[in-house]
């Protein structure tokens, strides 16, 4: 028998690294994470990391996700993989209106698939770029999720600013990093653009295409800012949970100073 390499990863073990790492009871958490990256052997998967960060945050805490649904864009602009220009209305006629206990999440991992499905978890309305929360605050976050500019002032991250949260990037690093797009909203640079976006909704019972107002997000330079922002400021805590990489970052403050360096550097 192959000898099993690493230890095993439990919901006990993960509480501890994360409350290590400075996850505190009646924290608001925003967790962006890879699976993979804690290791081979976790008892009870990605149920256990969730059942791990709600032990720690308590009663008081709140866990949010994003679950987004990149799917149901508009077909226009798909490219991996493409699909024929001659079916693009087709795919919009035809397309599943969102539902947010049925649309599936696309790129977000196994971790947030599994939390949205959790009793008690509350999904917010956007059809491509929601989020979902649990706890104390889930409500506040979850509802009144704009249609017009998913990541600006209506949205759940502009309310886990308001309530001073904390960004969790369990095993990716910040090109993950969903609140950076609050910065790129408030921010004002030369190659910001409004676009119209698109996406099958239930209005009035009925399924229909609805277009709406955003922005041209643009995550490519995420990375760098938060790695500035960790040197320059000193308020990434950094550490490991199970075999993954981890950071705690303040979001407040993380956006705030990504709105400047947005400023200054994008042109």
């Known amino acids: 028998m192959e000898e099993v390499q690493g230890e095993l990863i439990t919901v006990e073990t993960l509480a501890a690294d994360f409350q290590r790492l400075g996850v505190r009871e009646g924290m608001t958490l925003l967790l962006h994470s890879s699976f993979k990256s804690l290791g081979q052997w976790v008892a009870g998967g990605p149920v256990a990391v969730i059942l791990a960060l709600e032990q720690v945050l308590g009663e008081e805490g709140t866990l949010v996700m994003p679950t987004h649904s990149s799917d149901l864009t508009d077909p226009s602009g798909w490219s991996n993989p493409p699909v024929p220009e001659a079916w693009w209305q087709s795919i919009r006629e035809h397309m599943p209106a969102y539902d947010p206990d049925l649309t599936l999440l696309r790129g977000m991992g196994v971790i947030p698939e599994t939390f949205r499905k959790q009793k008690g978890v509350k999904r917010s309305s956007h059809p491509i770029s929601s989020f979902a929360a649990w706890g104390r605050h889930r409500d506040e976050i979850i509802d009144g999720h704009a249609l017009d500019y998913a990541f600006g002032e209506q949205s759940p991250l502009a309310r886990i600013y308001d309530l001073k949260g904390s960004v969790l990037l369990l095993g990716v690093d910040s090109l993950n990093n969903?609140?950076?797009?609050?910065?790129?909203?408030?921010?004002?640079?030369?190659?910001?653009?409004?676009?119209?976006?698109?996406?099958?909704?239930?209005?009035?019972?009925?399924?229909?295409?609805?277009?709406?107002?955003?922005?041209?997000?643009?995550?490519?330079?995420?990375?760098?800012?938060?790695?500035?922002?960790?040197?320059?400021?000193?308020?990434?805590?950094?550490?490991?949970?199970?075999?993954?990489?981890?950071?705690?970052?303040?979001?407040?403050?993380?956006?705030?100073?990504?709105?400047?360096?947005?400023?200054?550097?994008?042109?």
């Open 178 to 267: 969903t609140s950076l797009h609050l910065a790129e909203y408030r921010a004002e640079y030369a190659g910001k653009q409004e676009v119209t976006a698109g996406a099958p909704m239930l209005v009035d019972g009925a399924r229909q295409w609805v277009e709406f107002r955003d922005y041209n997000w643009n995550s490519d330079d995420f990375a760098a800012i938060g790695g500035d922002f960790g040197q320059e400021t000193g308020q990434i805590t950094y550490g490991k949970v199970a075999a993954a990489p981890a950071q705690l970052i303040p979001q407040r403050e993380i956006v705030d100073y990504a709105v400047k360096w947005l400023e200054q550097r994008r042109v």
